[in-house]
């Protein structure tokens, strides 16, 4: 039913809808760069949503933990034998996404017979030196951008650009610095998130404030706290000053909760 | 299946074939021209190992780097044919990355040593043609159960625990001696003595190994080349820099100053 090409543009705008549906509740990603290195942070509950893949690489995801974890495999095996047969400078993010798993994306989204990947990516890559840092995002579709400072996932466009928005703003130098935008930043996500969901009617409970889409920090962190409740932030970091290789370092609770801002970190615990 | 975490597997469903293939025809010596050694000292292990590569009578390098640094918390030291133990170490330091990043957890000490024994046991036809013996030496911190550990290993993979140190290379039967008489009546056991003394302890013994062994490289003060020392710890591994060794090489090695 779908060999006319009326259908299969038919096939592929429903195919569009119902995966933006899955999104609709997931938890942003944020990937900011600052002085030493690139940050990851997002806020999950039991499966955690950043990963290490190479020496200088990692993902940050959104989507149906399943999907994402294939997709980790194939780019933790594409890297690892690039990195050995090659060598590790030979390992970028962009040939990664560009020749690997950006057109294994697009290929299952357009397969109307089969399951497309329930997936958004975030894949930061820490350059040699500082400004050289890329992040490069892959939506549903495969289609990718790559990005200098920043780069957001969120479960539609709007959420994605009111959270670049708020990040254009900020300026991000030391870690501390980077955590709190990053945090702010997810939770001008996951208001907006909350906000379409109550304007399709699909009304959550506990929310403040959903019409007022200030972004004064104290609100932020109200909404954080909220979150805080039943999820755990989950923050890694490329850092360039890490002895040997390997640069992924995945920032433990305890200290977490020194570079938080003070009025988040009393109860962050 | 990449699913366990297997990066030699994958690499060999790519189409990877590790080491040389050679037949067991001539009866070879086996040839492991170097001097490598590992002994146990207060905070963890030192593996030590000179730089000389020979081919014959001939030195083809001075600057070899025998002790590898495989991951954070473990180092393999090489006696044997390079091509071969550098191949080795690559395949090693990979494994370890990928088992990590793959199944979000460390690799077991007991996983490591397995997979440098298996390596070894695939290379079993080209150590036994005299092409590719090796028989390293792999020492690190066991982060689990809080202990330094020191792994020795025939050219077929056998794996033996050094209790207290392990030597290989042509070098070690000279050394080997001294580190039981050391260990047995020396002022104190090698396991009690602080980092810089371990140090010392191990250039004495490098500058042994050289004096008796043609293939040992010793310490050659006017190139400024020392031997590779590094130590292994709660806090993964530290390479002691050059100027370190020359001061300490010349304070209480040397006998000329």
Redesign the interface.
Known sequence: MYEEPYRWVEAVGNRRQYLDDQFKQGSPVVGVTYESGILLMTMSKGTPKVYEIYDRLALGGMGHPADLEKLRFSLLEMAHVEGFNRSPSDVTGSRLIKYGVAPVIKQAFEEVFKAPFIVKILLAELGQKSGRDSLLTINYDGTFEEKGSYAVLGASSAVEQEMVAYLRLQSMVSLEQAIDTAVCAWAVGNRAQYRALEEAGEHREGNTDPDQPSTDSDALYAHLQECLAEKVIECAVLDRCQQGPSKYRAIGTDELRRLLPKVMSTSST | M??QGD?YQ??KE?G?AFGIGGQAKVEQDLITATTILAFKYRDGVLVAGDRRATAGNMVMYDRTDKVL?ID?HSVMAIAGVPATAYEMA??LE?SF??Y???Q?QELSFEGKLRALSTLLKQNVPAALAGTGAVAPIFAGYDTEQETAKIYFYDILGAEFEGVEYAVSGSGSPTIRGILHYLNTWGEQPLSTMPEEQAAIQALRLLTSAAEFDSATGGVNRDANLYPVIKFIAVG?VRTMADPQLRSLFESDVSRSV
């Open positions: 990449g699913l990066f994958v690499l790519q990877y640094e954070r690559r395949i990979h990355k990928y990590r990043r793959t979000l993964g």
